[in-house]
């Protein structure tokens, strides 16, 4: 695993979970290691060149991610994430507009719902979910269970061309907080 020459981490938000990013670096010998989640998909003890790139996957869909290492001063680095070839804040403010999660407890267990609004696939603590769609008066819902549960996102229209659509979870019927 990781040594002292921890120089950087990550938390990175995915249909499928939050992963952890850690990046080590041996500034005088050029070592890299990545580590996702604890588990390291990157190890190089010896390199010359203590600058350039290290690319990786990261999540179930093999999400590309490159680690950037750019020298800016003598010997001290300055390390940058990108995601899908976007910056992490980019990508950030991307999965923002496309995505809407919700934090809950069910039966006591914390769950984490995502929704990919362009395809409107469910996500639950990671799995993908089988989904039933169907349309209604106002709008959509997207109906799936999580343990004995009925859940259910409802997609409605704001009535306000800035806002777009509303997506709500409802579990057991009642309407759950983002």
Known sequence: MLSGDVVAAW????SDGVHRVEFAHGTTTGKRV?????QEVIR???MFKL???????????NTRATIAIEAVSGFAYEYTLEIGGKSLQKF?????????????????????????????????NGQKMDTTGEFV????????MIGEHDCCIKA???????????HSLLLDGEKTAA
């Open 34 to 38: 990545v580590c996702v989640n604890g």
């Open 11 to 14: 938390e990175v938000e995915l």
């Open 44 to 46: 190089k003890d010896w």
């Open 156 to 166: 409605t229209s704001s009535g306000r061309k800035k806002s777009g659509i509303v």
């Open 137 to 144: 008066d106002d709008g959509t819902e997207t109906h799936f």
């Open 51 to 61: 600058v350039g790139k290290e690319t990786f996957t990261v999540g179930s869909a």
């Open 92 to 124: 950030i403010d991307s999965r923002a507009e496309t995505t809407k999660t919700w934090l809950l407890k069910v039966d006591g267990e914390d769950c984490r719902v995502v929704l990919e609004k362009d395809t409107m696939d469910v996500w639950c």
